[in-house]
Structure formats: C-alpha cells, structure tokens
C-alpha cells in the first residue's frame, strides 16, 4: 500500500526528528526549514527538500510544522494561506491554548483543515509509540490521518476544542516540574544518608504507580465536589509531612517544597476541612 505524502515544516531538533519518523514510516516526505542546510541530513535519508514554504505545502495534503512559536509558525504559513486551502495542518509547535484556538480560527477562515498538537516526549522518543502525541480541533480529521501521525507517537484525541491540546501540554509540564521537585528533594534526602540515586529512584518509580491510583479516586471526587477522608485525612498529612520536614532539618536539605505544600494545608484544615482527603486540596489552587 502507498503511504501518504507529509511535509514536515521546522527542522529544528523536533522537527528533524518527526521528518525522520516519516521517512523511517516509509511516507514520501518534503521538507522545509528557514535555514536550509539543516535539511541535508534528512535529504541523504530520502527527504525532498522543498526550497519555499508554498513548494513544500503543495507536496503534500498532510502539512506538519513544528517551529519554535506560533508567531514563527504564522510568518511562514500566512503568505502561503491560499496553497494550504483544502489541506491538514498540523501544527505540533508548543504555544498557549489562546494562540491555538486563534490559529484554528485562522485556518478555518482559509478553508484549511487545523489540529492542535503537544508533543510527550523529548526529540529521541519520537516514533515509539509508548509516547503520546495529544491533538486537538479538526473533527474527524486525526481519524483520517491517524495512521501517518501514529508513526510519531501514539495519538491521543482531545476533541474539537483546538485549544486543549496546548492546555493539557502546560498542565502535564507543571505536574512535570512537581513531580521532578518532589523526587529530587526526596533523593537529597536518601543521598544524605549514603543511598544512591538510583536505588532510591527505583522505588520512587514504583511509588509513581500507586500515586496515580490515587489521583484516579480524587478525580472522581473533585468531579463530585465531595471529599470523603476515607482514606487518609489532610489532619494525617499535615502529621505526615512534618516527619519530612523534621528528616530533612536534621540532614540539612532545602525544606522550601514540603514548607509550601503544609502552607497550603494548613490553610485547608484551619477553613474546618481537616478531616477531607487530599483531593479538597484542589481547593487551594482554584480562584
Ligand atoms: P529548535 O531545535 O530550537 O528548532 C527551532 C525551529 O524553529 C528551527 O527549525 C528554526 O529554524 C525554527 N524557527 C524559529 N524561529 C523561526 C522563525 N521566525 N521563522 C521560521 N522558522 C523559525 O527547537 P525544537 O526543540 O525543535 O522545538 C520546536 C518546537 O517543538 C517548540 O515549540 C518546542 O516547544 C516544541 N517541543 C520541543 C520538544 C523538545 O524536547 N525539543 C518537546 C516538545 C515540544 P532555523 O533552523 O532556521 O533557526
């Protein structure tokens, strides 16, 4: 069976990489980048180099770009609306889900199929489909193209909303920072005593495992707007937290991260909510 013409938009490090997935994938693929010579590579492996954006947009139905913003992504699409007429657009740059849901509007003014994307993983991971790959907007339109865009990834649809994607992206990279925040100054903590990292780490990432257990049940019940403390009550939290404190006083570890999280307890148990779950702590964050 032929595969389908892409063309891939930005050769910066992601863009070289979802370029090679193609090609890898066996897909006819054109490419394009501001500076030219980062094609080459690509080029040796079978790309077509395209020597303007209207040439590589009117190689292909199936248009990926991936550059460094969406104002870089609007100054290399808009002279060239007209040629992207009745072709997808997928657009796989990291912005905000305002500047999404702008560039959907733009697209569908000029007749051009949009989806939103936000890229899981970093450049390498790119082509397994153990990573996700979320889009947004277009409906019906990663449904036609899924099998040229799981070559990237395992896609994930977020719906008609062009803006979720971008949304979910910045939501996961906070979880991100949390996560890595949490786990670092837990590993200062075990170092102290003469654990390596990488004993520690492993029990952390089975740890993971049952946290996400967790965060499944709390979900229902922030859903719910009911906080039932049948588990663990933020009164044993804020019990808990000062054994962490207390450990890493005594080893001499940075104590700001475990400090802002018993903050925001405390405030919820002197509100009366001491006998909740953890999930009334969503509480905290909403204005
Ligand atoms: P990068 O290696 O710095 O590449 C940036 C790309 O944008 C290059 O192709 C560059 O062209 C192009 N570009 C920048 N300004 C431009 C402009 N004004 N006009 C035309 N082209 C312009 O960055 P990257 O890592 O590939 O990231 C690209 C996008 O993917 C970003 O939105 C990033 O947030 C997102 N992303 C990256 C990762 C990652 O791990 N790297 C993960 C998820 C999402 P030149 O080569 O001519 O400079």
């Known amino acids: ?20 997935a193609f090609l890898d994938a ?12 980062k094609a080459e590579p690509l080029v040796a492996r079978g790309a077509r180099p ?16 991936c550059v460094l913003d969406y104002a870089a992504v609007r100054s290399l699409l808009a002279p060239v ?41 970093t450049p390498p991971g790119i082509g397994d489909s153990a990573n996700m790959i979320l889009y947004a907007g277009g409906a019906g339109l990663l449904d ?9 990834g395992d896609p994930v649809d977020l719906g008609a909303d062009a803006g979720l994607a971008s949304l979910y992206d910045a939501g996961l990279l906070g979880l991100m920072w949390s996560v ?32 996400g257990w967790f965060m499944t049940t709390y979900a229902e019940q922030i859903d719910a707007g009911e906080y039932p403390g049948d588990d663990a009550t933020l009164d044993v939290h804020v019990a808990s937290i ?21 903050a925001l307890m405390r405030e919820a148990v002197a509100a009366g909510h001491g006998g909740d779950s953890y999930a009334r702590m969503i ?3 909403r204005k």
């Open 242 to 262: 000062a054994h962490l404190l207390h450990a890493g006083e005594a080893r001499g570890v940075d104590g700001r991260l475990p400090e802002l999280h018993l």
């Open 144 to 152: 036609t193209h899924r099998p040229a865009l799981a070559v990237l």
């Open 180 to 211: 890595f925040g949490g786990w670092l100054h837990a590993t200062a903590l075990t170092e102290a005593d003469g654990v390596p990292a990488r004993d520690f780490t492993a029990i952390a990432v089975r740890s993971l495992r049952t946290m």
């Open 50 to 65: 395209a020597a303007t954006v209207a040439e590589a947009v009117a190689a292909s139905e199936l248009v990926v770009v």
């Open 1 to 20: 069976m032929s595969k389908q013409n892409v063309t891939v938009i930005g050769l910066g490090r992601m863009g070289a990489a979802l370029a090679a």
């Open 81 to 121: 609306a007209d040629t992207l007429r009745g072709r997808v657009l997928v657009n796989l740059t990291s912005g905000s889900p305002e500047q999404a849901r702008a560039e959907a509007e733009w697209a569908a003014g000029h007749g051009i199929g949009y989806l939103d994307g936000g890229i899981m993983t």
């Open 26 to 37: 066996g897909h006819p693929t054109t490419v394009f980048n501001r500076t030219p010579d």
């Open 283 to 285: 509480e905290a964050f």
